[in-house]
């Protein structure tokens, strides 16, 4: 039994129910009851918060489950702010429709305020002015702040930044996008004073890396990419000069601790090592509510294209993309990137705020691009490691759902390891309030309704890989020794992985 808070946001109404099912599964149902597969993202949506396996009372998972304008698909986005959910005494939290104004949504329990609130031009303002207003609501009840900025309104990629006590504790792109563009919300806070049993269950589950990034980049370099994946065209031994010469400096004398994707994808893939320049990057990225990573991919392939002659941008010199000017391209290929970000956050270059699939289309630039595409002419990128598992065919592209570090196997035994880490993910998060597990619900309608949900969006991988990925499977293939072409693996990969998800004992 789970306990749902529906926020009707065309009547600026809410209502409670509970219901014999599960995080998950429910949320999964509610998209299809909604036929939110029938229109476009951005004109049939729901946003819905679910709490998911819970470590402790105060470290509790939480899932974003929406249509995603970035795949064109449903997405499931895993993170951390659960128990702020659970506060208000639910499991799930659902925005339905599309209110009136812009409103900024303060729930407190099973109260719900609409407050009449714009995004801004600066994400860390707003967040002090909103937070000193909702401190007199909420009480000195505990509450988490979720923000849209900018990228909300003119891209596809709006990150939502999720603010506790006072500091960023994630971001999460796309989901902006779709709360500020389908839902006119601009941001929302979440929290209340019911109590939290404190429960766990002793389960293993992927977890962020908590070492510091100079012994992550030290342990994973082989997987890294650099400009824009174009280290995969190095040898082992000009990639270990790489990292001797530019990347161990930067990661072993930074002066603040970074997350790394974010700080390799502003920082190594767009060849800038400066710390200073990448965390202003960021910061950038963050304070105009611009998801990194998809930010990161389109910001490589436009760099790469400026110095091969393919993109020609007012304004803009060419940059420096190749590794026999690393020592000289941080500056400028800063300085273009932060023209770019200003440029996209206020949709003056309205084209960088698209589909890269559409970006590479237009300029040309598939021979350097990197995307996993879609029948729908949409695509996803996949979190910065030079990993199989992450473009491959998947259910949810993510790194918390799909092998990311690499292993070699057949294309057949791989998709079974990699749904397996799908499987796992899911299951530890479809949860009731008991923290059952799913495992006791059939798992091929469970599964299949997901991918039927894809089928009809039209959001199946085509195989029309861009060359450079394909370019990637060649790298990996050679390394490990797999004596498949890519058209070969990819097809006995996806054809196993179709007949798993709807036959197969459950794969552990």
Do not use: W
């Amino acid at each position: 039994m789970i306990r749902v808070l529906f926020i009707d946001l065309y009547k600026k109404e809410s209502r409670n129910y509970v219901t014999d099912s599960k995080t998950l599964d429910h949320s999964i149902d509610l998209h299809f009851d909604y036929k939110t597969y029938e229109k476009e993202p951005f004109e049939n949506n729901l946003t819905i918060f679910s709490v998911g396996h819970q470590k402790n009372k105060d470290n509790i998972n939480s899932l974003i489950i929406y249509r995603s304008p970035i795949t064109g698909s449903l997405d499931i986005n895993l993170s951390s702010f659960g128990k702020y959910i659970k506060l208000t005494g639910n499991d799930i939290i659902v925005l339905y429709g599309k209110s009136d104004k812009k409103y900024f949504l303060i729930i407190e329990n099973d109260n719900v305020i609409f407050l009449e609130n714009d995004i801004s031009e600066d994400i860390y303002k707003r967040k002090e002015e909103l937070y000193n207003t909702l401190k007199d609501i909420y009480g000195g009840k505990d509450f988490i702040i979720l923000l849209n900025g900018l990228g909300s309104k003119f891209t596809i990629y709006g990150n939502l930044i999720i603010f506790e006590n006072n500091k960023i504790k994630v971001t999460k792109g796309g989901i902006g996008s779709v709360l500020y563009r389908y839902h006119n919300i601009s941001g929302l806070s979440i929290g209340g004073d019911n109590k939290i049993e404190n429960k766990r269950l002793d389960i293993e589950l992927i977890e962020e890396g908590r070492e510091s990034i100079r012994d992550f980049y030290q342990s994973i370099p082989d997987k890294i990419p650099i400009l824009n994946y174009k280290n995969i065209y190095l040898s082992e031994e000009e990639n270990e000069k790489i990292f001797d010469d530019y990347i161990y400096p930067l990661v072993n004398n930074l002066k603040k601790e970074y997350p790394y994707e974010p700080f390799n994808i502003l920082g190594p893939f767009l060849g800038i090592l400066n710390e200073e320049y990448i965390r202003d990057l960021i910061e950038l990225s963050n304070r105009y509510g611009l998801d990194t990573l998809y930010l990161g991919y389109i910001l490589g392939i436009i760099l790469e294209g400026l110095y091969i002659g393919k993109i020609s941008i007012k304004d803009l010199n060419k940059s420096l993309f190749d590794f026999n000017n690393l020592d000289k391209s941080s500056e400028i290929n800063y300085n273009i990137a932060k023209y770019l970000i200003e440029k996209d956050a206020y949709g003056e270059l309205s084209i960088l705020g698209k589909d890269i699939r559409y970006i590479s289309n237009l300029f040309d630039l598939n021979d350097i691009s990197v995307y996993i595409p879609f029948n729908n002419k949409s695509s996803a990128v996949f979190n910065p490691y030079i990993s199989l598992g992450l473009f491959l065919p998947n259910l949810i592209y993510d790194k918390y759902f799909s092998d990311y570090l690499m292993n070699v196997m057949n294309p057949v035994e791989y998709s079974g390891f990699n749904f397996g880490k799908f499987e796992s993910t899911y299951e530890v998060n479809n949860v009731d309030n008991v923290e059952n597990i799913g495992l006791n619900v059939k798992r091929e309608k469970r599964f299949s309704k997901i991918f039927e949900y894809h089928k009809l969006t039209n959001s199946i991988p085509d195989k029309n890989y861009p060359k450079r990925l394909i370019d990637i499977y060649n790298k990996i293939a050679k390394k490990y020794n797999i004596n498949y072409t890519f058209d070969q693996y990819f097809d006995e990969y996806f054809n196993s992985y179709k007949k798993i998800i709807c036959n197969k004992a459950p794969v552990v």
